[in-house]
Every structure is written in C-alpha cells, then in structure tokens.
C-alpha cells in the first residue's frame, strides 16, 4: 500500500526535479550565456596543457588528471 505512495512520489521528485533543470538551466529563464571557457574546445586544450606544464616539486611527473588519461604511475612492491 505505502509502496505505491512511495513509487509515485519518487517519480514526480525526478520529473519535477528535471522539468525545472531545463528551463533554469537549458533555457536560461534568469539570464546569462554559456561561458565561451566551456564552449570552447581550445580553452580546454590551452588549460590542459598549462595543467600539465606544472612544475611539481614532490616526484616524478604524473599527469594533473589521470582518471581521464588512464595514466599512472604503478610501483611493484619491491620498489617501496
């Protein structure tokens, strides 16, 4: 009884939640501009390379975001 209670409101959060995300958001009701800093692919690729241009004091180079690169450093245990 309680679960469709539940089920309904759950949904009506996220259809309210994603209706009020376009219009703030994708139709700017308030305003404003997208940041040419986020439209534009040479921004990324300039502070990308200012990010790894970075000196590091700490140890060898590694890369500022490795996630995104799959990049890193692995040691074997008798390194350590």
Known sequence: MA?????SALVGTIGVAYVCDTIISDQKIFG???????????????????????????????????????NFIVKSGLDQ
Do not use: C, H
């Not at 679960?3 to 089920?7: F, L």
């Not at 986020?38 to 700490?58: G, H, I, M, N």
């Open 3 to 7: 679960g469709k209670y539940i089920w």
């Open 32 to 70: 404003g501009s997208t940041p040419s800093t986020v439209s534009r692919k040479e921004w990324l690729l300039e502070t990308d390379k200012k990010f790894q241009a970075w000196p590091r004091t700490a140890g060898p180079p590694v890369v500022m975001n490795p996630i995104s690169r799959q």
